[in-house]
């Protein structure tokens, strides 16, 4: 049987680590409602919306931690699994709260897929501009027709009312800009935290939790290959957070310093979304909204980093550059290349779809500048957007839908199905193709210098069955909820790597709050999926994983 007093018992903890994070956005919320000029801050304030979150917080920890008092004291693996799982389950519940107390989203369906898509680094958003008849006041519902299936017409209906001028009666923010600062730092803020991984966070602030930590480690690493840093659990995840934080404050400073009409509030938004490859904006427009060549750059390298393998820094800084000589490494950056260059190819001579275009069809250096940008965002999992890529020739798009499923490295933040598992592929495939003209010889099947033995070949090969599996199963869902092919394709692609953008109506401009209240709930199932990289969610649909020893 379950232990289940343990697992209340660690969840309790967990829950109480996680209210003093919540303090965090809660400051800021309170900031901006009673010291800050009421001109910073025209949006709907969200300072009640945050203590409320934090009471009921600190309430399900204390009951936890009622039903969890008499508990053994120690979790095993069938015990780690349900446990991860929970945790994300509690996590995206409560950091859902903010935006329904806030009424940011009223529908609570709404709410929880903003907290699954920022926990889970997707960055597909519920939040779209509500407008209205200025003659009669009456909202003003907006349609969308896929130009390739003229006969699907999708109703967008906004889900945030404009900021207007108390005086003339203007919008003057619409969309996510006229969300509370709070909200967006917390949108944000989630992805930040899940970026690293919110397991990471609770292995960091516990006591040693024997093989279980381990165990639970690993699970929350992305990837084949779940490498360590050091001997410890907690040590690891400490020395993890900690280059990650310095990640996100150099971001922050490099933003700030190069573009002095960037304001520091967006910088840390951006940092906090960047590095853990997200993409959640405070800008309706995204990057392309600062208009600044510099600005791009600096986030296309933060996504490169992301998507690195964090254990590849820690050798750099002991000096042991040998060590990033590895397979993975230099396919990611091929990958990554070649992706820059077959976006950007098909883009020139093609009529400029950006924000603020300067001439009427791509060159060659505009081309690569912004098909990279795109490339890069889309196969870091990022989601960032400086144009409007749904216009972009066909020959793009599908190279994009590519990199979404190519993704980074193992153990960095990146989605998709990871470079080493394609390596790994690649690796076996030579091998099996070689035993068929040398059936005698034995060669180990390595990438760099770790083996790969029969049971994870057998288990990325598995991977990729399941990922072609839910592919289609999450396409085909969505076509008979009455999505059309094309927007369904790009958009399973999108849920299932954590990626946050699509193509058609749920493209770069457009929120997926055209979708039923169906869709809605399995797109969150589909990128709590992507993100615990199916194993451990699929684990806990086996009758035998249920059952006693």
């Known amino acids: 049987m379950f232990d289940f007093k343990e697992i209340s018992r660690l969840l309790s903890r967990y829950l109480a680590a996680f209210s003093l994070l919540l303090t965090f956005p809660l400051g800021v ?9 009421a001109s910073v801050h025209p949006q709907p304030h969200s300072t009640a919306a945050f203590i409320w979150t934090l009471a009921l917080c600190i309430l ?47 529908n609570p369906i709404d709410a929880y897929f903003e907290a699954m898509s920022g926990l889970t680094t997707t960055g597909s958003t519920m939040i779209s501009p509500k407008s209205y008849n200025p003659a009669t006041g ?50 944000s803020f989630l992805q930040w935290l899940g970026g690293m991984g919110i397991v990471v966070i609770f ?39 900690k280059l990650y934080l310095f990640f996100t404050v150099l971001e922050v400073a490099l933003l700030v310093w190069t573009h002095r009409d960037m304001p520091f509030f967006d910088a840390v938004c951006i940092s906090f979304a960047n590095i853990s490859t997200g993409g959640f904006s405070v800008r309706n427009d995204s990057i392309a909204s600062y208009n600044s060549l510099t600005t791009d750059w600096i986030v296309l390298i933060f996504m490169i980093l992301g998507s690195i393998n964090f254990s590849l820094y820690f050798h750099i800084l002991r000096l042991k550059f040998f060590r990033i000589y590895v397979p993975d490494f ?27 275009p300067d001439s009427q069809v791509y060159s060659w250096g505009e081309a690569l500048q912004q098909g990279s940008f795109q490339a890069i965002s889309v196969q870091t999992s990022t989601g960032f957007f400086t144009a409007n890529y ?15 499923f190519i993704g980074g490295m193992s ?17 076996i495939g030579l091998h099996r193709l070689e035993s068929l003209y040398r059936p005698d010889s034995v060669r180990k099947l390595k990438i760099g210098a770790s083996e790969i033995d029969d049971k994870n070949a057998l288990t990325v090969l598995a991977f990729f069955c399941i990922v072609a599996f839910f592919t289609v199963l999450g396409a085909v869902s969505l076509i008979l909820d009455g999505i059309d092919p094309e927007t369904s394709l790009g958009l399973i692609a999108s849920l299932l790597n954590n990626v946050g953008t ?12 055209f979708l039923s209240p169906f869709s809605k709930i399995l797109a969150t199932f589909w990128m709590l999926l992507g993100r615990l990289e199916y194993y451990v969610v699929l684990i806990l649909f086996l009758p035998t994983f249920w059952k006693s020893h």
């Open 29 to 37: 919320a309170a900031y901006y409602e009673f010291f800050a000029e």
């Open 502 to 513: 699509a193509f058609r109506a749920a493209g770069p401009t457009d929120s997926l709050s």
């Open 411 to 427: 153990g960095s933040t990146a989605g998709g199905i990871k470079t080493s598992r394609f390596y790994i592929l690649y690796k």
């Open 203 to 241: 292995l960091m602030v516990l006591p040693a939790l024997g093989v279980g930590g381990k165990f639970l480690y690993q699970m929350e690493i992305t990837g084949p290959i779940k490498e360590g840093i050091s001997p410890r659990v907690k040590e690891t995840c400490s020395k993890l957070w």
């Open 138 to 187: 009456e909202e003003i519902v907006t349609y969308y027709t896929n130009p390739h299936v003229p006969n699907k017409t999708y109703i967008l209906k906004g889900t945030v009312a404009p900021v207007r001028d108390p005086e003339t009666g203007l919008a003057l923010y619409t969309g996510v800009e006229a969300v509370s600062k709070a909200i967006l730092l917390w949108r």
């Open 390 to 404: 749904d216009r972009w020739p066909f020959a793009s798009q599908m190279f994009m839908l590519l990199l979404m």
């Open 330 to 356: 230099f396919l990611f950056l091929f990958t990554a290349a070649l992706g820059c260059i077959l976006v950007s190819f098909f883009l020139v001579g093609e009529p400029i779809s950006s924000f603020n």
């Open 60 to 106: 399900v920890s204390a009951l936890l931690w009622l039903g969890g008092r008499k508990s053994s004291g120690y979790i095993e693996r069938r015990e780690s699994i349900l446990l991860v799982v929970s945790i994300w389950i509690f996590t995206s519940i409560l950091s859902a709260l903010p935006f329904y107390f806030s009424r940011t989203l009223t």
